[in-house]
Nanobody
Framework: QVQLVESGGGLVPSGGSLTLSCTVTGFNLGYYAIGWFRQAPGKERERVSCIEIDSSTHLADSVRGRFTASRDKAKKMAYLRMDDLKPEDTTVYYC??????????????WGQGTQVTVSA
């Protein structure tokens, strides 16, 4: 019954902003780490952000200063605020959880993804 559903993707011009949302069902978000990932065509999957059970937050160097990750336990949602978007940010973004509660490389559950396209 665990399910993650992303939303908020779309087409935006360079320098624009988008906020991605991840709706969590089937488990208590407070017991899991939750991260955002992306994989551009021809490139390796990249962890964009991750929030651990103690609320420690990690951001990739490529997005630090532009993206902000957050979660709302009461609403069972996680967010990725993306500012100053660049064409190289274009790809599908996924949210995923680690039932161990920490940001390891073994994430148990994944959403279907939401497409973000940034025009030049």
């Amino acid at each position: 019954q665990v399910q993650l559903v992303e939303s908020g993707g779309g087409l935006v011009p360079s320098g624009g902003s988008l906020t991605l949302s991840c709706t969590v069902t089937g488990f208590n978000l407070g017991y899991y780490a939750i991260g955002w990932f992306r994989q551009a065509p021809g490139k390796e999957r990249e962890r964009v952000s991750c929030i651990e059970i103690d609320s420690s937050t990690h951001l990739a160097d490529s997005v630090r200063g532009r993206f902000t990750a957050s979660r709302d336990k009461a609403k069972k949602m996680a967010y990725l605020r993306m500012d100053d978007l660049k064409p190289e940010d274009t790809t599908v973004y996924y949210c995923a959880t680690d039932s161990g509660g920490y940001c390891t490389k073994s994430f148990d559950y994944w959403g279907q993804g939401t497409q973000v396209t940034v025009s030049a």
